[in-house]
């Protein structure tokens, strides 16, 4: 049981380049996040996915794009890099019911030049 | 709209002092509450949460945090801080909605001094 797994774990990426961040999750679970991690602003949500076949912004979506490609993968894909993308990201899923944490994936750090 | 204020963005103690993170929020009904600890380069990992049950939570590694609604406070504490528990840690709200919805605080820096 491997919980949530994001790959890549670094990466550097000119300005202008794509990629996209991969999050698979094996508890079955239906919710599932991405949020992006800057310093002395806590996690702020970029996209979810509420189930599989759905998704929708969050607070800061601009420059991403998101897939939900069955109910265990969520990608994420930035499609023109900026620095201003420079950041650490999270994947995370949710049980669903209410009232329960989040379980997150080790982050993947990002650095655009 | 609901928020969430960690008081303090630094806090430093001796190694064997108490521990005192500090947490508000801002809710119209009944949210559920977390705290998260990450140490460098590593992911978060939950610490406490509390869902309605008792108000006086306990969690791992000796932290304990109380939910206290008149004040909407969330405070996090431990008796006895170790040089292992330097980190940063997040208060997190939790809303039930169309989505489990996290607010995040923006997170307290705890150093611990020999």
């Known amino acids: 049981n491997a919980g949530v797994t994001q790959t890549p774990k670094f990466q550097v990426l000119k300005t202008g380049q794509s990629m996209t961040l991969q999050c698979a999750q094996d508890?079955?679970?239906?919710?599932m996040y991405w949020y992006r991690q800057d310093p002395g602003m806590g996690l702020r949500l970029i996209y979810y996915?509420?189930?599989?076949?759905?998704?929708d912004k969050g607070e800061v979506p601009n420059g991403y794009n998101v897939s939900r490609l069955n109910k265990r993968e969520f990608s994420l894909r930035l499609e023109s890099a900026a620095p201003s993308q420079t950041s650490v990201y999270f994947c995370?899923?949710?049980?669903?019911?209410?009232?329960?944490?989040?379980?997150f994936g080790q982050g993947t750090r990002l650095t655009v030049v | 709209a609901q928020s969430v204020t960690q008081l303090d963005s630094h806090v430093s103690v001796s190694e064997g002092t108490p521990v005192l993170l500090r947490c508000n929020y801002s809710?119209?009904?009944?949210?559920?509450l977390f705290w998260y600890v990450q140490h460098p380069n590593k992911g978060l990992q939950l610490l406490l949460k509390?869902?309605?049950?008792?108000?006086l939570v306990k969690g791992i590694n000796g932290f304990e945090a109380e939910f206290k609604k008149s004040e909407t406070s969330f405070h996090l504490t431990k008796p006895s801080a170790h040089m292992s528990d330097a980190a940063e840690y997040f208060c997190?709200?939790?809303?039930?909605?169309?989505?489990?919805?996290?607010?995040f605080g923006a997170g307290t820096r705890l150093a611990v001094h020999p």
């Open positions: 809710s119209s009904y009944s949210p559920s």
């Open positions: 997190v709200v939790s809303y039930s909605g169309g989505y489990n919805k996290l607010i």
């Open positions: 995370a899923s949710i049980p669903p019911g209410g009232r329960t944490e989040a379980f």
């Open positions: 508890m079955n679970h239906n919710s």
């Open positions: 509390y869902t309605s049950a008792a108000t």
């Open positions: 996915s509420a189930s599989e076949g759905t998704t």
